[in-house]
């Protein structure tokens, strides 16, 4: 039994945690230029902050990476708290489009695009470094080949992802019968609460929250785990991956800390407003359509993008200005 779960669990886990960081590393040397320019310019408003937030945690798949380097940067001295507040807002959206591309179900897929994208990649490699006779042509075609490889490797990187779904996915027999998971079952059908702590704590020991996500939405799609739980875990999850923002930030200067306070105060006080709601929250995400993986993945997009949208009037406030002041002073 224990073979059966803990082997497919870990090695599932591996190769799901190996494509998240080769996706995010290829990214970040397509948008780490753009994204440090952008988030201190695109900053003046909490709202434009919030939109260039959101668009470079869904290029960068990880409103952890936009979070850490905000606290960086703010303890450099090149942001100030008030003109970060959209920038933690936006960065739990952007994110949200990794568990959505999960929830399709493509992971039959993931072998095929994973051996197009290493041959893509390949092909790059190869374009760069082939001769040339002029400079200007070599000069072309590294411009050309260098982006190419970072995309693929990308694209190499989801597919690992869903590699790693699959793998893990494949538990679900031997889970069922597990008497351990039954308890966990029956106990959290008589409080959410089980659910949420569990995606807490996986999510702080993993350091990431669409590992968890990822997981809870694999078990949800081969019916061992109710979708109302795997809701509860969802939740849970964002307040476990406000852990590496507190980490962050300690040590550092007095608005870096409030930065990772304000993440922890969105990211927990949103899942406990969410977790009476489980409910009408999973019918909403039936309604909007898929599959029980696919109801997480709309659960965990409508509770950001709610939450976010909800703060944001709330970050116009002058008091922040007057904080900020405050603590340089």
């Known amino acids: 039994m224990i073979r059966d779960l803990l082997f497919p669990v870990i090695y599932g886990l591996v190769i799901f945690l190996a494509g998240m960081k080769l996706m995010e590393a290829a990214l970040a040397r397509l948008a780490g230029p753009l994204l440090t320019r952008s988030l201190h310019k695109a900053t003046s408003t909490p709202l434009k902050g919030l939109i260039a937030s959101s668009l470079l945690s869904a290029l960068l798949q990880s409103s952890t990476a936009v979070t850490v380097l905000t606290i960086g940067m703010v303890n450099a001295g090149l942001l100030t708290y008030a003109r970060t507040l959209g920038i933690i807002l936006g960065s739990n959206i952007g994110t949200c489009l990794t568990t959505e591309l999960i929830g399709l179900q493509i992971s039959s897929m993931a072998a095929p695009l994973l051996v197009v994208s290493l041959c893509m990649w390949a092909a790059a490699v190869i374009l760069g470094e082939l001769p040339s006779q002029g400079s200007r042509i070599a000069d072309a075609r590294r411009r050309f080949s260098t982006p190419l490889q ?34 966990f079952l029956n106990h959290a059908a008589t409080s959410a609460l089980w659910g949420l702590a569990a995606g807490a704590c996986l999510t702080a020991m993993l350091h990431s929250s669409a590992a968890v996500i990822g997981m809870a939405m694999g078990l949800a799609s081969s019916g061992v785990m109710p979708p109302e739980l795997g809701i509860a875990v969802v939740l849970g999850a964002n307040i476990g991956t406000c852990v590496t923002a507190v980490i962050a930030a300690i040590g550092g200067s007095a608005s870096g800390k409030f930065v990772a306070g304000s993440h922890v105060v969105l990211n927990v006080g949103g899942a406990l407003l969410f977790l009476p709601f489980i409910q009408p929250l999973q019918s909403l995400s039936a309604w909007i359509g898929g599959g029980p993986a696919a109801q997480l993945a709309h659960a965990q997009t409508i509770f950001n993008v709610v939450c976010s949208l909800g703060v944001l009037p709330l970050c116009y406030l002058p008091v922040w200005t007057r904080l900020e002041k405050r603590l340089q002073a």
């Open 150 to 183: 970072f995309f693929c490797l990308a694209v190499a990187g989801f597919a690992m992802v869903l590699w790693g779904i699959a793998v893990m996915q494949s538990i679900g027999p031997a889970l069922q019968s597990s008497d351990l998971f039954r308890w």
